[in-house]
């Protein structure tokens, strides 16, 4: 790096690393919100029921998933998988997504997987089909097949391990406390860069697919592991799963129930929300702050306006009643989270000012009404000459009538022209995967509480309509997500192996007993 670039990326490092640091207390406080609902007497238990009588709705309701054994009995080995994953975090600062200071190299991670699973593919007498796809050079995706088994198996139903990527987010090395580009193990604690998102995940099932080519237990579902490039960053679209899946890549997925494995926490996570960006600018004209009668003050405006907008917003997408089915902590909601004025000085009025922020979107509402309902209010407004709009002392005005000038609010969307990639998705929980999953989880654990949460994963709520059945789970720890000092803990991934066997054993047992009932 040279010393001129220094400077942008160390701005932009920092920048990050603020922005990791918010997202990693707002998932602490998830989890201690979670913990204090389970100690508060009745709303605990309430919670707790309505989670228990709902899967025991779902077993009566729901085509059995057979008790079956875990017929694959496959299993990590604790020290060729910590080997591996080292190799892949060796590569991890050559796979941070923060355009355009890191642009990652996720080839570097399918060389390393290619490396394992090559020796198991069928060019070399192995069970496994491997196929690397590539949109642009030196970002590659990986799909890796292990067939049915079964005689009559052209129509085997498929079962998806999908969603793992093999980009991470940055990592400001100076405010670790050990060095994010190598793994370091202390005791069960694994830390570095990508432990928890997500190339332990990558490890992990690049192993178990090492393990099931080596057993090539009999199986009466295709098995199929997709990693994606590009899931940390939406600048580049086209190139990671949003170019697989219309391009036909995953077409064989829709038969069957898929595993989107880039969650937290070894639960099942049943519900997400949708995220759309905006910008609100509002222009109004500069002057001295001794004459605010000359001037329309853009930043009062686009308080007056904000406001009024989130007060719409929330009167509109209300709580709805399935977050509480579905265990939301929060429901939709609209926060501003950046400010940014024309510079000046501080006896001057600006001439524009922007608000930025998000709109996280619960599942049940849709996001391209939420648009159209946004930019309606905001073109009212526009055209009301902000009548509805309150003012901030007598002397507080939107418009100039001596001088012809009003002000001006424009909307803006940071997808504008492309396809909504991050909405939300609420889980098919009658579905036969999630039950497998739920039973697996049990059966390793000792219980499974699913839950859902207002983060977001890009394109499964469009898989999911193009008739994608999609479960989310992931064995990471939900607080070290995006955060320094990153972790997971080697038993969480060492019970994941045991986990993912024991859900593609009931699975593949459930459309055994499915087709031959039929």
């Given at each position: 790096?040279?010393?001129e670039?220094q ?15 918010a997202?990693?207390?707002?998932v602490?406080?998830?989890r ?6 389970s100690?508060a ?6 919670k ?15 085509p ?5 054994q ?28 923060f ?9 570097l ?14 060019e ?12 642009t ?29 093999m ?51 009999e ?23 949003d ?30 929300a949708g ?12 002057f ?28 509109k ?9 579905f265990?939301?902590?929060?429901p ?41 309902s ?7 407004l ?11 002392g007598?002397?507080?005005k ?19 022209g ?15 995967g999630?039950?497998?999953i ?13 839950y ?10 469009s ?29 969480d ?26």
């Amino acid at each position: 790096m040279t010393s001129e670039a220094q400077g942008p990326q160390t701005a932009a490092l920092a920048a990050f690393a603020a922005v990791a640091a918010a997202a990693a207390a707002a998932v602490v406080l998830r989890r201690k919100n979670s913990t204090a609902k389970s100690s508060a007497g009745g709303s605990s238990s309430a919670k707790a029921d309505s989670v228990d009588e709902q899967l025991k709705k779902l077993y009566s309701s729901t085509p059995a998933i057979p008790e079956a054994q875990d017929t694959f009995n496959l299993r990590l080995d604790e020290a060729r998988f910590v080997d591996f994953l080292g190799r892949l975090l060796d590569e991890s600062e050559h796979l941070q997504n923060f355009p355009p200071e890191f642009i990652p190299k996720e080839d570097l991670v399918v060389k390393h997987v290619l490396d394992i699973l090559n020796l198991h593919s069928t060019e070399n007498g192995g069970p496994l089909e491997i196929e690397q796809v590539s949109f642009t050079p030196g970002r590659s995706n990986l799909i890796i097949r292990y067939p049915s088994t079964a005689a009559d198996s052209k129509d085997a139903p498929t079962i998806g391990l999908i969603g793992s990527h093999m980009d991470v987010v940055p990592a400001v090395k100076e405010n670790w406390k050990r060095d994010p580009f190598h793994l370091q193990v202390e005791g069960d604690m694994m830390y570095g860069r990508g432990t928890t998102d997500c190339l332990g995940h990558i490890a992990l099932l690049t192993l178990f697919f090492e393990a099931l080519a080596k057993k090539r237990p009999e199986t009466h579902a295709n098995i199929v592991a997709v990693f994606i490039c590009s899931e940390e960053a939406t600048d580049k679209p086209g190139i990671g799963v949003d170019g697989l899946e219309p391009k036909g890549y995953l077409k064989a997925l829709q038969n069957g129930t898929s595993l989107w494995i880039d969650a937290s926490d070894s639960e099942p996570c049943i519900g997400t929300a949708g995220a759309l960006q905006w910008h609100l600018k509002a222009t109004g004209k500069r002057f001295h702050s001794g004459f605010p009668n000359l001037a329309v003050n853009p930043i009062e405006l686009l308080t007056e306006a904000s406001a009024y907008l989130q007060d719409k917003f929330y009167a509109k997408y209300a709580p709805h009643p399935e977050e509480k089915r579905f265990g939301y902590l929060n429901p939709s909601t609209i926060k501003p989270t950046q400010i940014s004025a024309a510079k000046g000085g501080l006896n001057q009025i600006p001439p524009t000012a922007t608000f930025s922020g998000d709109i996280r979107l619960t599942p049940f509402y849709d996001c391209a009404e939420v648009i159209e309902s946004m930019n309606t209010w905001v073109k009212e407004l526009n055209e009301t000459r902000f009548a509805a709009l309150g003012t901030r002392g007598p002397v507080s005005k939107y418009e100039l009538p001596d001088e012809d000038l009003i002000g001006k609010l424009e909307l803006e969307w940071a997808h504008d022209g492309e396809e909504i990639l991050m909405e939300g998705i609420a889980c098919n929980i009658d579905s036969p995967g999630f039950l497998a999953i739920c039973d697996s989880i049990k059966s390793v654990r000792g219980a499974v509480k699913p839950y859902s949460i207002c983060g977001s994963l890009p394109l499964v709520r469009s898989m999911q309509r193009a008739g994608f059945d999609l479960q989310i789970t992931g064995f990471g720890a939900s607080d070290a997500y995006h955060a320094e000092n990153e972790y997971c803990r080697l038993s969480d991934m060492l019970n994941a192996c045991k986990i993912l066997s024991l859900y593609c054993s009931k699975l593949q047992a459930f459309y055994k007993s499915k087709k031959e009932s039929s």
